[in-house]
């Protein structure tokens, strides 16, 4: 059963910074990639980064050069760290992986960012 739990969310003050992190089992998880998405209240979820098996990423414009994700193989964990963060940034992170041809998601993490 494939499993994916998200961490670290919480409240930040414009400009300042959160990791969250995505524990993966039930997947041999160095061979899949992972993705993060986002969804803010009455807006549609929005896809906001990937990482691959090799280790390549990419990035929604809007979060190039503030967000970065990784990826450790070992503990089957996926991160996603957010720095310069916006009031716009505000919205329940998702942890994705498509698996045995669907998509699995976590719970969900909140992330508000207001002052």
């Known amino acids: 059963q494939v499993r994916l739990v998200e961490s670290g969310g919480g409240l930040v003050q414009p400009g300042g910074s959160l990791r969250l992190s995505c524990a993966a089992s039930g997947i041999n998880f160095r061979l899949y990639a992972m993705g993060w998405y986002r969804q803010a209240p009455g807006e549609a979820r929005e896809w906001v980064a990937s990482?691959?098996?090799?280790?390549?990423?990419n990035y929604l414009d809007s979060v190039k050069d503030r967000f970065t994700v990784s990826r450790n193989n070992v503990r089957s964990t996926v991160s996603l760290q957010m720095n310069s963060l916006k009031p716009e940034d505000t919205a329940v992170y998702y942890c994705?992986?498509?698996?045995?041809?669907?998509?699995?998601w976590g719970q969900g993490t909140q992330v508000t960012v207001s002052s």
């Open positions: 994705n992986t498509r698996a045995y041809t669907r998509d699995f």
């Open positions: 990482i691959f098996s090799n280790g390549s990423t």
